[in-house]
């Protein structure tokens, strides 16, 4: 069953960053296009950033954009976000996920699968 582990996440303060991982086990995770998502206390799940599988296309919430880089590291079997700039309504739990076969690339949830367990990124002062 295909797993993935997220990590990286804390406290920082605002304008500070921070770098998540997602980590894949059971799967290869370069055979997948991943999505990065994030959910605030009582807020639905929202889309944050995705990259391809070849990492030649990525795209980002207009939230974020700027701020936040998605890449990948296909030998080390992860895929990173990194999160510059952190404002206080970046805090969420942080969720990594594969794209799901023949769904259309994008940052909408439902079209995402074998969710991580979540990393909490908290900014405040």
């Known amino acids: 069953q295909v797993q993935l582990v997220e990590s990286g996440g804390g406290l920082v303060q605002p304008g500070g960053s921070l770098r998540l991982s997602c980590a894949a086990s059971g799967f290869t995770l370069e055979y997948y296009a991943i999505g990065w998502f994030r959910q605030a206390p009582g807020k639905e799940r929202e889309g944050v950033s995705y990259?391809?599988?070849?990492?030649?296309?990525?795209n980002y919430a207009g939230s974020v954009k700027g701020r936040f880089t998605i890449s990948r590291d296909n030998a080390k079997n992860t895929v990173y976000l990194q999160m510059n700039s952190l404002k206080p309504e970046d805090t969420a739990i942080y969720y990594c996920?594969?794209?799901?076969?023949?769904?259309?690339?994008?940052?909408?949830?439902?079209?995402?699968?074998?969710w991580g367990q979540g990393t909490q990124v908290t900014v405040s002062s």
């Open positions: 990259i391809s599988i070849s990492g030649s296309s990525t």
């Open positions: 996920a594969v794209l799901l076969p023949g769904r259309r690339p994008g940052l909408h949830p439902q079209d995402f699968g074998s």
